[in-house]
Nanobody, 124 residues
Framework: QVQLVESGGGLVQAGDSLRLSCTAS????????MGWFRRAPGKEREFVAT????????YYADSVKGRFTISRDNVLNMVYLQMYSLKPEDTAVYYC?????????????????WGQGTQVTVSS
């Protein structure tokens, strides 16, 4: 089992940068693909980015491609989401998730463990 705790959210202005972190418990972190999802007020949870077990492959939603970067550290059991050029439409609760299949899925139903989320608010 994996427990996930996100951190790094906050209130920023449009154009600012922010880095989210997700700390994972357990000794099998490197067996999981990791993903970031977000849920804006009144909207469905949506895929943001995912990274495979080794970190060799990363996939992004079109809305964040070129602005966000996902990375992981399998020694520290951490996954990060570096966000640049933030926009008001990026405002959401951001969730970290772990996928046992390890393939880097974009469907949230493919993920087995979730964190509690961290709020990101981007003011215009």
């Amino acid at each position: 089992q994996v427990q996930l705790v996100e951190s790094g959210g906050g209130l920023v202005q449009a154009g600012d940068s922010l880095r989210l972190s997700c700390t994972a418990s357990g000794r099998t972190f490197s067996r999981y693909a990791m993903g970031w999802f977000r849920r804006a007020p009144g909207k469905e949870r949506e895929f943001v980015a995912t990274i495979t077990r080794s970190g060799d492959n990363r996939y992004y939603a079109d809305s964040v491609k070129g602005r966000f970067t996902i990375s992981r550290d399998n020694v520290l059991n951490m996954v990060y989401l570096q966000m640049y050029s933030l926009k008001p439409e990026d405002t959401a609760v951001y969730y970290c998730a772990a996928d046992r299949a390890g393939v880097g899925a974009q469907n949230p139903n493919d993920y087995d463990y979730w964190g509690q989320g961290t709020q990101v608010t981007v003011s215009s």
